[in-house]
């Protein structure tokens, strides 16, 4: 798997992530959580109610650079961060991972959770209020914002400059509401399903910006000639996993437990580190 290398140029603004810092006196930093297991070290699956035996079944819309795309070298087919922290979650369980491209709405409303068609919804989603009310959450995972990619000489410079422009961004995602809320009167905002339609149509030059999180436009211009990040917008989002409201309770705690255990040992850490730097 490729290493991606990011640089952070938020001045200040943005968060990088829910990292976790190590001890430095020098003790030993293996701990025991509560179920008896060493944190780096298999857990015991509990009474999960899995979707199929033996197997944490995730959605995802994919691709969303970094957090997830297709890698024929990883064990499930994708990596990422978000399918790497819970590649690490199904190997300290001892299950298989299985991946199943999920359509965002699908997942943004609970609606594939809820019909079981995956334990888990790994997908760089904002946990919000409203999303709350059809989806049991993990413990943020990750902190980002929004931000404007245009480009590179464009005269549009801010968001306030896209009275008569088009501005693509992707549908029933906080970047939708975010512009809907505060682009200027005459602005045309274009929802469209998914990161890669979104680049396409700006290449093609029917969208003049794309307003979407910081971290997946960060990755067009890296991967793109000809597109900059004109703003960064600090909304102060957090990612958490989703999974169904009813009968997700012991996967919950499960995935928290992990989560912490994660970060305490540095598993967290060193994943982190595969996609974001800031150097």
Known sequence: MNK???VFALAGVLALGLTA??????????????????NGDEMPAADLDLVADGTLTICSDLPYA????????????YSGFDIDLVQEMADRLELD?????????????????????????????TITEERAANIAFSD?????GQSLLVPTGSEATTLADFGDLT???????????????????????????DDPTLRQAIEAGTLHGILQDFDTNLTITEELE????????????????????????????QVNELLGAMRDDG?????????????
């Open 140 to 144: 943020p995972y990750f902190e980002t």
């Open 226 to 253: 000809g597109y900059e990040i004109a703003e960064v917008y600090d909304t102060g989002e957090e990612y958490g996993f989703g999974m169904k409201v009813e009968g997700s309770e012991a996967l919950l705690e």
């Open 97 to 125: 991972l299985e991946v199943i491209v999920t359509g965002f709405d699908a997942i943004e409303s609970g609606a594939a959770m809820a019909a079981d068609q995956c334990d888990l919804a790994a997908s760089a989603m």
């Open 21 to 38: 810092c190590g001890d430095d006196d020098g003790d030993d930093d293996t701990t025991t959580d509560d179920n008896g297991a060493e």
């Open 167 to 193: 501005l693509g961004v992707q549908g029933a995602t906080t970047g939708e509401a975010y512009a809907t809320e505060n682009a200027p009167e005459g602005t045309e905002i274009v929802g469209m399903p």
């Open 66 to 77: 970094v957090f997830e795309f297709e890698d024929a070298d990883a064990p499930s087919g």
């Open 267 to 279: 598993t967290y850490d060193e994943i982190h580190s595969r996609y974001f730097s800031a150097d």
């Open 4 to 6: 991606t290398t990011r």
